[in-house]
């Protein structure tokens, strides 16, 4: 009997036209910070509708230096989720703010823009609220509603897109507009919708942050004639920001371009696995799907099963084992970022979020990439279904 492909939550796709570009650019004179990047990032703003974009080594740095290019300090107040990869509150707290996090709203994943409103209606004496919401599984928060929870201008907000290149807003509009925010960031991790290997991207509307974001990301180094100190010089340039090197090179542009011509065909193909997976479980006991009005707008990153655990005798890790056993793999998206020790000296106490406390007890992240079938989707639900049943079966005697 024929072993079974291993499916990984999630994998890149590489085609032909993939290996060419990249072979191409190596063939070029200049193999870092050259035409390639400046394609890519005009492209994704194009693609986006934002008036700039800047590509940055990883989406990490890039929202480290969002935070950096918008000042933010121990006088702000901070708002995300807690459902959401490390870095997308630390870029902020690195820089001296305190984190405050928002319940989520299960239906999505993201953070619940009701609850968000409670924390943000008192006006403050010092600083800005600073709100990081993440689009979590590629499914886009309400921007607008979001936006309408003010009542200052005094606001500064980065979404944090990594999971949704390619998603639109409730009116239709694409991610990464900035419409309702300062700056939105992208990651191009082999698991996101594509592909630079490592690589990320802003996009903004605003030519000051524009020029900051270009500046941090180019080690804090400026050189543009008209806002330099003293005078011109074809050697001369001036450190004004204290960064590093985030550059993303040649090589990762002329990838992330080639990729970036396959986006809408990569969405369309996930979102029909995601239909799949819909009709194969939305009958199964113990198992809770994202909300289903959101997948016409889209471009799922992740799929994301809750099943209840606790309810039923079963230990995620088991499950997880087992599905390996399988040749299937899984993940889980994530572990609330209060847990983490290097937050532990904020005492934030768990109970203060049911919601989310509640989702991570029960959240799983099956196989969802371009180069899946239907009938790996067949496998991976029946494998699990299986699994279910059999616990089900034991866990009743």
């Given at each position: 009997?024929?072993?079974?492909?291993?499916?990984?939550y999630?994998?890149?796709?590489?085609?032909?036209?993939?290996?060419?570009?990249?072979?191409?650019?190596?063939?070029?004179?200049?193999?870092?910070?050259?035409?390639?990047?400046?394609?890519?990032?005009?492209?994704?703003?194009?693609?986006?509708?934002?008036?700039?974009?800047?590509?940055?080594?990883?989406?990490?740095?890039?929202?480290?230096?969002?935070?950096?290019?918008?000042?933010v300090?121990?006088?702000?107040?901070?708002?995300s989720?807690?459902?959401?990869?490390?870095?997308?509150?630390?870029?902020?707290?690195?820089?001296?703010?305190?984190?405050?996090?928002?319940?989520?709203?299960?239906?999505?994943?993201?953070?619940?823009?009701?609850?968000?409103?409670n924390?943000v209606?008192a006006?403050?004496?010092?600083?800005?609220?600073?709100?990081?919401?993440?689009?979590f599984?590629g499914?886009?928060?309400?921007?607008?509603?979001?936006?309408?929870?003010?009542?200052?201008?005094?606001?500064?907000?980065?979404?944090?897109?990594?999971?949704?290149?390619?998603?639109?807003?409730?009116?239709?509009?694409?991610?990464?507009?900035?419409?309702?925010?300062d700056?939105?960031?992208?990651?191009?991790?082999?698991?996101?919708?594509?592909?630079?290997?490592?690589?990320?991207?802003?996009?903004?509307?605003s030519?000051?942050?524009?020029?900051?974001?270009?500046?941090?990301?180019?080690?804090?180094?400026?050189?543009?004639?008209?806002?330099?100190?003293?005078?011109?010089?074809?050697?001369?340039?001036?450190?004004?920001?204290?960064?590093?090197?985030?550059?993303?090179?040649?090589?990762?542009?002329?990838l992330?371009?080639?990729?970036?011509?396959?986006?809408?065909?990569?969405?369309?193909?996930?979102?029909?696995?995601?239909?799949?997976?819909?009709?194969?479980?939305?009958?199964?006991?113990?198992i809770?799907?994202?909300?289903?009005?959101?997948?016409?707008?889209?471009?799922?990153?992740?799929m994301?099963?809750?099943?209840?655990?606790?309810?039923?005798?079963?230990?995620?890790?088991?499950?997880?084992?087992?599905?390996?056993?399988?040749?299937?793999?899984?993940?889980?998206?994530?572990?609330?970022?209060?847990?983490?020790?290097?937050?532990?000296?904020?005492?934030?106490?768990?109970?203060?979020?049911?919601?989310?406390?509640?989702?991570?007890?029960?959240?799983?992240?099956?196989p969802?990439?371009?180069?899946?079938?239907?009938?790996?989707?067949?496998?991976?639900?029946?494998?699990?279904?299986?699994?279910?049943?059999?616990?089900?079966?034991?866990?009743?005697?």
């Open positions: 009997m024929t072993e079974q492909k291993f499916l990984p999630g994998h890149q796709s590489i085609n032909d036209d993939d290996r060419k570009a990249v072979e191409d650019a190596l063939k070029k004179e200049i193999i870092t910070r050259g035409s390639s990047v400046k394609e890519f990032e005009a492209a994704i703003a194009e693609y986006c509708g934002a008036q700039y974009a800047v590509a940055f080594c990883n989406a990490s740095c890039a929202l480290c230096a969002s935070y950096q290019a918008l000042n300090g121990p006088q702000d107040r901070f708002f989720t807690p459902n959401t990869f490390i870095t997308s509150c630390s870029g902020a707290t690195r820089l001296g703010v305190k984190p405050n996090f928002v319940d989520i709203d299960r239906s999505t994943g993201a953070l619940d823009l009701s609850e968000l409103k924390h209606q006006p403050l004496s010092r600083g800005r609220y600073v709100i990081a919401p993440v689009h599984a499914i886009a928060q309400d921007m607008r509603k979001l936006d309408s929870l003010f009542k200052t201008p005094n606001v500064a907000i980065v979404e944090d897109a990594a999971h949704a290149l390619g998603s639109s807003y409730p009116d239709g509009t694409k991610v990464g507009n900035c419409v309702y925010s700056i939105t960031v992208f990651s191009f991790h082999p698991a996101k919708n594509i592909t630079t290997i490592e690589g990320g991207m802003c996009t903004t509307n030519e000051e942050l524009y020029h900051k974001l270009r500046c941090i990301r180019d080690s804090g180094i400026e050189k543009n004639p008209e806002r330099l100190l003293e005078k011109p010089a074809p050697w001369y340039y001036e450190a004004v920001e204290e960064s590093l090197n985030f550059h993303m090179n040649d090589i990762q542009a002329a992330g371009l080639s990729q970036l011509r396959r986006l809408d065909t990569f969405i369309e193909k996930r979102r029909a696995l995601v239909k799949r997976y819909r009709d194969l479980l939305k009958d199964v006991p113990n809770k799907l994202f909300d289903e009005r959101f997948d016409d707008n889209t471009a799922y990153h992740l994301v099963v809750q099943i209840e655990f606790e309810d039923m005798g079963l230990d995620r890790t088991e499950l997880m084992d087992l599905l390996k056993k399988e040749n299937i793999g899984s993940q889980l998206h994530y572990i609330p970022v209060y847990r983490h020790p290097v937050y532990s000296k904020y005492k934030i106490e768990p109970d203060q979020f049911e919601e989310m406390e509640k989702y991570y007890k029960s959240a799983l992240s099956i969802l990439f371009y180069d899946m079938e239907e009938n790996d989707v067949d496998r991976v639900t029946s494998t699990l279904m299986g699994i279910l049943d059999q616990k089900r079966t034991h866990y009743r005697l």
